[in-house]
């Protein structure tokens, strides 16, 4: 069974996801633009996701 942090996360996912390619790379810039340390790598490790996700799915 999922932790309510696991469910949350994927929700989170699943938003960012339904997003349209030019949403979510600005999401990917404010990110990796951000002043938290934690912010920042969220942004890498995201950016690193969307970019697998494209190149197997294809852009949204």
Same mark, same amino acid.
């Given at each position: 069974?999922?932790?309510? /942090? ?11 996801? &339904? ?5 979510? #790379?600005? +999401? /990917? ?11 920042? &790598? ?5 950016? #690193?996701? +969307? ?10």
């Amino acid at each position: 069974m999922k932790s309510k /942090v696991e469910m949350h996360a994927e929700a989170i996912l699943r938003r960012v996801y &339904a997003l349209p390619a030019c949403q979510q #790379d600005r +999401l /990917v810039d404010y990110l990796l633009a951000h002043p938290e340390p934690s912010r920042r &790598a969220m942004g890498k490790q995201l950016k #690193d996701v +969307l970019t697998l996700q494209r190149l197997v799915g294809g852009v949204q």
